[in-house]
């Protein structure tokens, strides 16, 4: 068993990075000024310029000596393939001589210097998920890219090693990750609120310094300093998930400074929290239907019923049984909102669809010890009971990026709606947190126009749960300079989906600087 929850760990990796994306199924001030025309308006953190970066800002490069693995544990020594670094950034760009913070970076040197063609700079979503370990665990899925590039990232300011946001001890983030996200009646609900409620106060007691700094403009701010560190005149960049909406900022802020832009698995930055979690609760019901069908293909091997319906029959029995009496694993309870976490968790690629039936019928079973380990992999929960800053810095980052504040009467206005698109993944989304939130938000990282860049790369997948492909096509209009590619398929990003089609222009265009044509639709394994 000890075996399959490390291989449950391992798979999950990499979904479960790209996963807190747009809040995802369930879970749940007015905008300020900025730099404008060079004046400073007071009472806000997010810039607007055309460029931040300082000549002679250099990082220095070390060994990588904290780098964590998928299951939580450290490398039993450095990889001498990978550097790591600190790059100082203005904490407030509107007081860009005033207190600064440092910003973790890694760097993977190219395989074949003598082609080298520069920096590609990744973003592998969240918001919240730290680039540092993620591209020390993913930089061999992208060797063709690898072999020419240096591939970099970062933690963006609010995560990890770049003064990561912390809402309370572990007790308070086991409370938060842990409760009902389906509440039965209005005493759960005020339960639900309540920790909710402790969470955001955790948040605002632990880095209320930093908490109105966080958003995705300054951290677009951050990539431009990033890019004249590296010596590049145009950054090179592969975002995926809320990646690429920092892309989008990005070139938004900065359109003569974008090179060859990648952006995997859109996000629509310009839709309101409400349109955001019913397309995003609708995603995820649909991933999970054909995860069903799929499963019942072959309905010898499928654990959790014969066909689709007595298989949701039963997963929802499991959710009602979990509500009403949690499952026992070892020292801890597999909740019902631990259940949907892993779930969702398990959804994000079909290649975790095999675990997941294995994880829900081994939970009907009594044996919650899969899909506990499934939702500790997407909550960032550490085997030592300690959490990385992932839950914690998605909520900074998300409700500093919007102005919205939802009253209770619009929250339950869409857990309602949400509830009869999916009864398993309906809720309120990112609403309630933010409507407690102790800062203030502004709209600037919803106003998407790139007029003026290089041709964006845009690709969206039809199967894709937490970043509907719906999303894909509004987001390269709103770029003005993207071009859109559709990947027919299962899953969340297109690259490392193993299709043969999608990576064979991306690498064109990156490697290459061929821009694919207009309408390029790619379909197959």
């Not at 300020?32 to 007071?42: D, F, K, N, R």
């Not at 550097?83 to 760097?107: F, H, T, W």
């Not at 082609?115 to 063709?144: C, E, H, Y």
């Amino acid at each position: 068993m000890a075996r399959i929850l490390r291989a449950a760990a391992t798979v999950t990796a990499l979904s479960t990075v790209l996963s807190a994306c747009g809040g995802g199924p369930g879970g749940g001030g007015s905008p300020g000024g900025g730099l404008v025309g060079g004046e400073v308006v007071s009472g806000t953190s997010q810039p607007t310029l055309t460029s931040t970066a300082t000549p002679g800002e250099a990082i220095a490069w070390g060994p990588c000596t904290d780098i964590k693995r998928p299951g939580g544990e450290a490398p039993a020594k450095p990889n001498p393939a990978q550097q790591c670094g600190k790059l100082r950034v203005p904490l407030d760009y509107a007081k860009p001589d005033g207190e600064s913070i440092e910003m973790a970076v890694i760097r993977v040197k190219a395989t074949n210097p003598g082609r080298r063609i520069g920096s590609l700079v990744f973003n592998f979503g969240g918001p919240g998920a730290s680039g540092v370990d993620t591209m020390a665990q993913a930089a061999k899925a992208f060797a063709t890219l690898n072999s020419r590039f240096d591939l970099v990232s970062f933690d963006p300011r609010g995560v990890g090693r770049s003064d990561g946001v912390r809402c309370g001890d572990n007790a308070v983030m086991d409370r938060f990750t842990s409760m009902d996200t389906l509440p039965a009646n209005e005493t759960e609900r005020a339960r639900s609120r309540e920790i909710t409620k402790e969470f955001v106060t955790a948040c605002g007691q632990s880095s209320g310094k930093f908490l109105p700094y966080v958003g995705t403009v300054n951290a677009a701010a951050d990539m431009d300093r990033l890019r004249a560190a590296l010596g590049e005149k145009q950054l090179d960049y592969f975002g995926i998930s809320y990646g690429t909406q920092l892309g989008a900022v990005y070139a938004t802020r900065f359109p003569r400074n974008v090179g060859r832009f990648v952006l995997d698995a859109p996000l629509d930055p310009s839709v309101s929290m409400a349109t955001r979690t019913m397309v995003q609760t609708k995603g995820f019901q649909h991933a999970y239907e054909a995860f069903l069908k799929d499963c019942a293909k072959q309905p010898r091997e499928c654990e959790i019923g014969s066909d689709a319906t007595i298989a949701n029959k039963n997963v929802m029995k499991l959710m009602d049984e979990l509500n009403d009496k949690p499952l026992k694993v070892g020292g801890r309870l597999l909740t019902q909102g631990l259940a949907g976490i892993g779930i969702a968790a398990a959804l994000y690629s079909k290649m975790t669809w095999p675990l997941l039936d294995q994880a829900l019928g081994q939970a009907m079973k009594g044996d919650g010890r899969i899909l506990l380990a499934l939702a500790d992999s997407y909550n960032g929960r550490q085997p030592d009971g300690s959490f990385t800053t992932l839950m914690s810095s998605f909520p900074a980052i998300s409700c500093v990026d919007t102005a919205e504040r939802p009253t209770p009467e619009q929250l339950t206005a869409l857990e309602n709606e949400t509830l009869k698109a999916s009864p398993l993944f309906g809720g309120a989304g990112m609403g309630l947190i933010c409507s407690m939130w102790p800062v203030r938000g502004s709209d600037a990282a919803k106003q998407i126009n790139a007029t003026g860049s290089a041709p964006i790369l845009v690709i969206g997948g039809t199967g894709d749960p937490a970043t509907p492909y719906e999303w894909a096509p509004k987001l390269a209009g709103e770029l003005r300079t993207g071009v859109l590619v559709t990947y027919k398929g299962e899953g969340h990003g297109a690259y490392l989906s193993g299709n043969s089609c999608v990576k064979k222009l991306t690498d064109a265009y990156l490697i290459d600087g061929k821009v694919p044509d207009r309408g390029i639709i790619c379909t197959g394994s």
